[in-house]
Every structure is written in structure tokens, then in C-alpha cells.
């Protein structure tokens, strides 16, 4: 979650200064192999990245520029027309119109956010389940807080 308000913050900053909406034509993919090491195991792992590479025109001049953003290779076919925003002082400077990746982004939060609940609660029931002591215990806190907070009234 703490990831992706970070690139949240990160498009905001972007469309201050790319705000020039047109549209370009992806025209290949530029290939990458990303080295990473996760935390359950001390190797590193590779894994195949794409940045697609776009061809568009700003104030008369064309550009064919390899994007900044990683992007799923399904995503994007070569020749398919994809909406960009640049910066008018320096082209060079662009992202492709965030909507669908956002939208992406976003669900991905909540389906983590679901999951992890889900985690925390099924954990709970386990160990309810598993320790009758503290089974009692919680159900003695919810009962004694639910009547304290009745006679108070």
C-alpha cells in the first residue's frame, strides 16, 4: 500500500510539468533484465521486464522515445496508438496517460489490502481455535466491556 500512494505521488509530480496531452504509436518494446533478491531466499532472481518505445510528435518534431514505465508486454501490440502527456518544455520528458495504470495500480492495492486481511483474521480464528485460554480471555473482555459500557448508560 505504502508502495503505490508513493507512485501516486510520483504521477502527481509528473503531470505538474508533463501536461501536453497527444497521442503516439508504440512502435516496438525495449527488453530488460531486472536483477532482484527476495526475501525468502538469499538468491538473486531475474526477471524480464518491457518498456514500450513510442513515437509522437510535439511542436513539429517527432520523437521515438523508450517510456520510463514498466509495462506488461500483453498490454501494448506494436503499431496500437497510446495517449501520452510531455512536458512542453522538453519532450523528452513524457509518461503515458496514467488512467488505466492507475486504475491498475489501485485494484492491485485493494486486492493486497483483502488479502492481507483476510490473513490477519483467519490467523485470529487459528489461534482462538488452537489456545482455549485465550479464547476465554477475549470472550470474557467482549462480554465485561459490552456490560460495562450497558450500565454506564
Not at 500512494?5 to 533484465?33: I, K, M, N, P, Y
Not at 536483477?35 to 538468491?43: D, E, M, T, V
Not at 519532450?91 to 486486492?111: A, K, N, Q, V
Not at 477475549?138 to 462480554?143: E, G, I, P, R, T
Amino acid at each position: 500500500m505504502i508502495e503505490a500512494l508513493g507512485d501516486r505521488r510520483v504521477w502527481r509530480r509528473r503531470e505538474e510539468t508533463e501536461r501536453t496531452r497527444t497521442t503516439g504509436v508504440v512502435v516496438g518494446f525495449a527488453e530488460e533484465q531486472h536483477r532482484y533478491r527476495s526475501r525468502r531466499s538469499l538468491n538473486a532472481h531475474y526477471v524480464t521486464v518491457y518498456y514500450p518505445i513510442v513515437r509522437f510528435r510535439a511542436d513539429g518534431v517527432e520523437y521515438k522515445l523508450k517510456c520510463t514505465s514498466i509495462v506488461p508486454r500483453d498490454k501494448f501490440q506494436e503499431d496500437q496508438a497510446v495517449d501520452l502527456l510531455y512536458d512542453p518544455n522538453n519532450p523528452t520528458h513524457f509518461h503515458l496517460d496514467r488512467g488505466d495504470m492507475e486504475e491498475r495500480s489501485t485494484r492491485s492495492t485493494i486486492i493486497f489490502a483483502l488479502v492481507f486481511l483476510t490473513i490477519a483474521v483467519a490467523t485470529i480464528v487459528v489461534l482462538l481455535c488452537v489456545n482455549p485460554e485465550l479464547r476465554i480471555q477475549l470472550k470474557n473482555a467482549l462480554y465485561n466491556g459490552h456490560c460495562a459500557s450497558t450500565f454506564r448508560h
